[in-house]
């Protein structure tokens, strides 16, 4: 399934056999530039960038590498090849064949979970569209642009499945998501997370550690999906998705090695004396490791959901990889929530299990976000160091779902709104952590050359050494 490049839509879906759909989405492609012009990365649309463009969908070479100017970078559509044998993995319908076409009962739940995802990746560009100008080296400044392009083919793949599958209300919910913008007053993006702007490279690589991470678990439940082409498109996206998150998971643990540095240097654990080094202490790290990992949790939403058990029993959400589970029908089973009783205290309450995959999927997520905490650690404690970075309860910070508002410690134990207070500046980022963290950020734009807070990394992109010239500025 070699990708069709001499089409002005990059593409693997025979998009020339279908006129109709091809001119709708050409229509929509100048629209889309448009957005990226005004909204994408802010000063750098004239840059050479090393960056990475999809070639085919096969797992091993799947990528090419070269200088491209992000406007012409070529966004298309790419989705992992059929198999004609896919049957239906999970829910009622379990053991039928996948559907080729939207079921009328199912379109605008579908529409509806397509337009939220896709939602996002245009949301994070622009969260992002300020951080070229801080960017602590020329290989971390091309990663942002890497993240920041396939962000936006990821759109491209959402667009795609709406303009092809639901007709008229697809092509409008596609010409919405270039209207709604991040933190816009009146037009915001439909997740809460991605309407605040990302104005640091910690909190960057916070994202694309904790949220990307999100945006994996999500596209995991999606390529579950009995609609065969939202599953296949979701199969490509996480190959992508991938090095999202590698940037965040190797941004974290250069921070972590840089401040281990200075403090061997200076031989102390002082957080001011680091701080006053230009390095960020441990425990700022960890306080800007609590916000964006609890605000990432609310992205799975509530605990208990009614709509999550219908996708379920419907089969067009499932559990990320559905195959691990024995029973793919989970009529007969139960959960046990760990739940805030009223009176300070927790109580346990049992769930028929479809009601309970998102907490099923927040479990899973938490797991893997476990992975990068233990190797960070790890650095810490080869140089000899007793502190530990730690993801704080999944009860904590909680904007969504039955822990909402409840206060505790990180946790997880119920305190009160007073004790919270009075603890709040040890757990989270305070006004002072964050100007702090701002007054480190200025770009660093000579090759191989590195910010202070940050070590540089093992390896450059693609074999080439980390003083690549990876943006060519002009
Ligand atoms: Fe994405
Ligand atoms: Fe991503």
């Not at 960057?204 to 995991?220: A, E, I, S, V, W």
């Not at 990068?372 to 530990?388: D, L, Y």
């Amino acid at each position: 399934m070699t990708i069709n490049y001499s089409d002005r839509i990059p593409n693997n879906v025979d998009l020339g056999s279908n006129r109709t759909l091809q001119r709708a989405l050409e229509h929509w492609q100048p629209e889309f530039l448009k957005w990226w012009e005004e909204l994408g990365p802010k000063d750098f649309q004239v840059a050479d960038v090393y960056l990475r463009t999809a070639t085919s969908v096969d797992a091993k070479g799947w990528a090419t590498y070269g200088y491209v100017r992000m406007p012409e970078y070529r966004w298309g559509i790419f989705l992992n090849e059929r198999d004609p044998n896919r049957r239906i993995g999970f829910g009622d319908n379990f053991g039928q064949e996948v559907w080729q076409q939207v079921p009328g009962e199912y379109r605008a739940t579908l529409r509806r979970l397509i337009v939220t995802q896709g939602d996002t990746e245009p949301a994070s560009v622009e969260q992002q569209r300020m951080l070229g100008h801080t960017a602590p080296s020329l290989y971390d400044l091309r990663n942002l642009f890497q993240v920041n392009v396939e962000e936006g083919r990821h759109l491209w793949a959402m667009v795609y499945l709406l303009h092809a599958y639901f007709g008229r209300d697809g092509r409008e919910e596609a010409e919405e998501l270039l209207e709604r913008h991040s933190g816009d007053a009146d037009k915001p993006r439909i997740l809460g997370t991605f309407n605040e702007p990302i104005r640091d490279w910690l909190s960057f690589f916070m994202f694309t550690y904790f949220t990307d991470r999100d945006g994996k678990f999500q596209l995991k439940s999606l390529a579950e999906s009995s609609f065969d082409p939202l599953a296949r498109t979701c199969q490509f996206m996480l190959t992508e998705e991938a090095h999202h998150m590698f940037v965040g998971d190797t941004g974290i643990n250069r921070v972590v090695r840089r401040t281990l540095e200075v403090m061997h240097e200076l031989n102390t654990d002082d957080p001011q004396v680091i701080r006053n080094a230009g390095a960020i202490d441990l425990p700022t790290v960890q306080r800007y490791l609590n916000f964006w990992f609890t605000s990432s949790l609310d992205l799975f939403g509530s605990e208990t959901s009614s709509n999550a058990a219908s996708y379920f029993a419907n089969g067009l959400k499932g559990r990320p990889d559905e195959a691990q589970y024995e029973d793919h029908i989970a009529v007969e089973q139960a959960y046990t929530l760990e739940l805030p009783d009223g009176s300070g205290g927790t109580k346990s309450e049992q769930i028929p299990m479809r009601n309970a995959m998102n907490e099923v999927t927040r479990s899973s997520y938490v797991r893997d976000c476990e992975i990068g905490v233990k190797r960070w650690n790890r650095v810490i404690e080869k140089a000899g160091h007793s502190f530990r970075l730690a993801l704080p309860s999944t009860r904590f910070r909680r904007s969504i779902g039955n822990w909402a508002g409840v206060p505790t410690t990180p946790e997880g134990v119920p305190m009160s709104a007073e004790q919270f207070t009075e603890h709040k500046q040890a757990w989270l980022p305070s006004e002072s952590d964050q100007t702090f963290i701002l007054s480190l950020m200025h770009g660093v734009h000579q090759p191989g050359k590195m910010a202070a807070w940050i070590a540089p990394p093992d390896r450059g992109i693609n074999n080439n050494p980390v003083d690549y010239e990876y943006v060519k500025l002009h």
